[in-house]
Every structure is written in structure tokens, then in C-alpha cells.
């Protein structure tokens, strides 16, 4: 009896990892025809300056609307593409259509608005990550500096000295960099002092709990301490309530993203946004 229980639990197993693996097949086939066939979008999330209030930029996010399983959200295909190296041509697609949809707001509305573009680590280590950056500025008649690459901990401190040179490259471009999700990671103050950085995005899970979390309110107050003396500025993510604005602007916060300040949303959304009277745009 407890033999043959085995062997059906054997073959309950097997077939879990049978449909777990084709359907992960079925995935990486999908990615790879999803950039032809037009699949994937981009969505934007505003970014506010606390003080002013006004918006000042807008993250670039990465949506694949699937034929047959619906929307599927980045952190569901993004690792995938890492791992096949799909993110290559998918990140430059990323960064292609970010760079036309900003440089037409910025034609339209006379509004400087920066667009901010996440990275991968493989993109970041790709050696003709700054010519295609470049080819991309070139081909769509972005002002760099409305171009904002976003890279996380892990990928800057992974290999700092080479870090160093290619942020060195990217700079001198003229476009701006941030590190996403601070404080999730393992940074090195010793690397973080020489990275030429605009600004550190404090990590939703840090502002989530606010204000009550006293630790995590000590963290973000730290993290705004810190960078400030560093010169760099500070975004909070997932701001989600008017009291955690209201904690993060008596820390001299510069600026929020979250729920509260808007959503990610189409391009067509922000055009409207933009061409609302109260909105003004970065200076
Ligand atoms: P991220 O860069 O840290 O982006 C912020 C994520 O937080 C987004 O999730 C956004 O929708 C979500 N978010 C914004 N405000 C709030 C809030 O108030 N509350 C909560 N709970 N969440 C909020 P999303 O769009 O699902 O993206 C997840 C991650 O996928 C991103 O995290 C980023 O790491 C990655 N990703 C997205 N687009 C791209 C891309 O084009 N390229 C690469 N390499 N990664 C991307
Ligand atoms: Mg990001
Ligand atoms: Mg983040
Ligand atoms: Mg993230």
C-alpha cells in the first residue's frame, strides 16, 4: 500500500514539474516572439517634487500583454528575460520607446519631464551599453538630460571598480542615474561616496509601515541624512498614504512615487496630465 502511494505521489510530482516546465517553455517561446508581435507596453508612473508638488518626472515601467494569459507584470517575465538574455533586446525597446514618448512630451508641452529607465544588471554589463544609449538619444532627439537610468544595489557593487568606469561613461552622456530599491541590497559607502549618482530611491518596504514603524522611520530619516550629504537627492517609493507624504516631507524628502501621487499609466494619461494647467514639470 505504501508502495503504491509512493509511486502516486511520483506521478502527482512529475507531472506539477511537467506543466510547471512547459508552461515556463511556453513563456520563453511567448518572450521571444512578444517584441515582433508588438506585445509589450510601457506604462508611466509619475514622480513628484515634495515641496512644490509638482510632477517632475516619470518611471518607465514594462507591461506584456499576453494572447492567451492576460497582463503579465514585469516581475513575472523580467527574470526570464535576465536569464535568457532576452533583456538585451527587450531593454533597448524599453529604453527606445521611453526616449521617442519623452522627447514628443517635451516637443508638445514645452514641460521638461524626465523619464526614468530600469536596468538590469546584464544590460548594465553589456560593454555597448553606453553606444546604444547613445544611438538611442541620437535617433529620437532626447535632451539627455531627461534620461534617467535606474540600477539597483546589487548591480552597481557587483563589480565597483568596473562600475566606476561605466557610470563614468554613461555620465558623459549628460544623462543622470539613480540606485532603486536602497537599502535592500549591500552597498559599500566606500563605492557609493565615488559613484557620480543622482539619487537614491528609498525602498517601498522601508516606507510602507511609515509612520508608525519607528525603525523603519529612523532607516528613511538616516538614508535622507546620508545622501544629502552626499549631494544626491532622495526618492521614496510606494507612497501610498497622505501621512507617510506628510513624515517624508518633514525628513526633507525631494521627491515621492506611489499610489497616492498616481499610478502607472498609459503615455496618453500623463499627455493629458501634462496638458492640465496645474501640472508644471521639472524647471
Ligand atoms: P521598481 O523599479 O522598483 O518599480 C516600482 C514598482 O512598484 C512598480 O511595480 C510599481 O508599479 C510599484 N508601485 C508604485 N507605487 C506603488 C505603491 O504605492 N504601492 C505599491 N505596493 N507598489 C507601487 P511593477 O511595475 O510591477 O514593476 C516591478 C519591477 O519590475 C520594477 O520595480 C523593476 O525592478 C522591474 N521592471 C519594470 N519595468 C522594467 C523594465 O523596463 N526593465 C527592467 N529591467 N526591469 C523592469
Ligand atoms: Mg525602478
Ligand atoms: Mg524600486
Ligand atoms: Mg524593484
Known amino acids: 500500500h505504501a508502495k503504491n502511494c509512493g509511486k502516486n505521489n511520483a506521478k502527482l510530482y512529475s507531472s ?3 506543466t510547471q516546465i512547459m508552461s515556463h517553455v511556453k513563456l520563453e517561446v511567448g518572450l521571444r516572439k512578444a517584441l515582433q508581435h508588438n506585445e509589450l507596453y510601457l506604462q508611466y508612473q509619475p514622480q513628484i517634487d515634495v515641496r512644490s508638488a509638482q510632477v517632475v518626472g516619470v518611471e518607465a515601467l514594462v ?40 522627447r514628443s512630451w517635451h516637443q508638445q508641452s514645452k514641460r521638461a519631464l524626465r523619464v526614468a529607465v530600469n536596468l538590469s544588471a546584464r544590460q548594465f554589463k553589456d560593454e555597448s551599453l553606453a553606444q ?32 566606476l568606469a561605466t557610470l563614468e561613461q554613461l555620465r558623459g552622456l549628460g544623462i543622470y542615474l539613480s540606485i532603486d ?20 530611491k528609498i525602498d517601498k518596504s522601508f516606507i510602507s509601515g511609515l509612520p508608525q514603524d519607528s525603525e523603519n522611520a529612523a532607516i528613511t530619516r538616516a538614508i535622507i541624512a546620508m545622501a544629502h550629504g552626499l549631494k544626491m ?8 498614504t497622505g501621512e507617510q507624504l506628510s513624515l517624508l516631507e518633514q525628513f526633507g524628502c525631494d521627491m515621492a512615487q506611489g499610489y497616492l501621487l498616481g499610478r502607472p499609466q498609459s503615455q496618453d494619461a500623463i499627455t493629458q496630465m501634462l496638458n492640465s494647467p496645474s501640472c508644471a514639470g521639472a524647471p
Open 132 to 163: 546604444t544609449v547613445l544611438a538611442v538619444l541620437n535617433e529620437t532627439g532626447l535632451d539627455p538630460r531627461l534620461l534617467e537610468l535606474e540600477l539597483t544595489e546589487g548591480t552597481l557593487m557587483d563589480d565597483a571598480l568596473a562600475t
Open 233 to 240: 537627492a532622495v526618492v521614496a517609493e510606494g507612497v501610498e
Open 63 to 102: 507591461r506584456w500583454r499576453h494572447p492567451e494569459l492576460g497582463i503579465i507584470p514585469p516581475n513575472d517575465f523580467i527574470p526570464l528575460a535576465e536569464e535568457t538574455g532576452l533583456i538585451v533586446p527587450i531593454g533597448e525597446w524599453v529604453l527606445r520607446t521611453a526616449c521617442l514618448q519623452a
Open 181 to 200: 530599491d536602497f537599502g535592500t541590497g549591500y552597498s559599500s559607502m566606500n563605492y557609493l561616496k565615488r559613484f557620480d549618482v543622482r539619487a537614491l
Open 16 to 18: 506539477a514539474l511537467t
